[in-house]
């Protein structure tokens, strides 16, 4: 069973739609929760953190964070094409440096 | 900007080569990684080091060798490397060896593309 589990997609959506991008963790003592956006050819760069059950918003952005059933979500409102990408989901315990990633989905938003 | 900064961003070596990348943080962070990416394959990590001293180090290869002089500064020397290792390598940091969960989070630099040939 890999630790963190993504849906590889391609995930496509129109502009405009809601994006819903999902991750499932195997390790229960995780409690920190990233999502991370990669451009083609570029580094990861970090979009949201959660670490309380429930939903953090910011802007377009909304992740929400179930701990007892292991799963965790992005939701993009408003999907633009500069959305397209590909996110990672990663989990981490807080007690240390090695953080676990997904593979990935990739997103595309056609205009 | 991410205020970590890798060179070179891209290198072709042959497999009977030595060469190093490089990393440097400019966030006041003391704890620094490497990261390999390849393609269709998660975030694997090669090393962490924190405050200077390795803590962590996740089965690799002897050929990739790492060094961190300070707190600022990460190296990964390369050396008899195999077309396998043709990859994105990831340098990233983080304020510490978290005792909590919201301070673990890690900013990667631009990345240096590795071509084994």
């Known amino acids: 069973q890999k630790e963190v589990e993504q849906n590889s997609g391609p995930l496509s959506v129109p502009e405009g739609a809601i994006a819903s991008l999902n991750c499932t963790y195997s390790?229960?003592?995780?409690?920190?929760f990233f999502w991370y956006r990669q451009y083609s050819g570029k580094s990861p760069e970090l979009i949201m953190s959660i670490y309380s059950n429930g939903d953090k918003e910011d802007g377009r952005f909304t992740a929400q964070l179930n701990k007892a059933s292991q799963y965790v979500s992005l939701l993009i409102r408003d999907s633009q094409p500069s959305d397209s990408a590909t996110y990672l989901c990663?989990?981490?315990?807080?007690?240390?440096?090695?953080?676990?990633f997904g593979a990935g989905t990739r997103l595309t938003v056609k205009p | 900007e991410t205020g970590v900064t890798q060179t070179p961003r891209h290198l072709v070596m042959g497999m009977t080569n030595k060469k190093s990348l490089k990393c440097e943080q400019h966030l006041g962070h003391n704890a620094m990684y490497w990261y390999k990416q390849s393609a269709k394959k998660p975030l694997e990590l090669m090393f962490v080091?924190?405050?200077?001293?390795?803590?962590e180090n996740n089965s690799v290869p002897s050929r990739f060798s790492p060094e961190c002089p300070n707190s600022s500064h990460l190296f990964l020397h390369l050396h008899t490397l195999q077309p396998e290792d043709s990859a994105l390598y990831l340098c990233a940091s983080s304020k510490r060896l978290p005792d909590r969960a919201e301070g673990n989070t890690i900013y990667f630099g631009e990345g240096s593309w590795l071509t084994v040939v």
């Open positions: 080091y924190n405050f200077k001293e390795q803590t």
């Open positions: 390790d229960r003592g995780s409690q920190s």
């Open positions: 990663a989990v981490n315990r807080y007690n240390n440096n090695d953080m676990r």
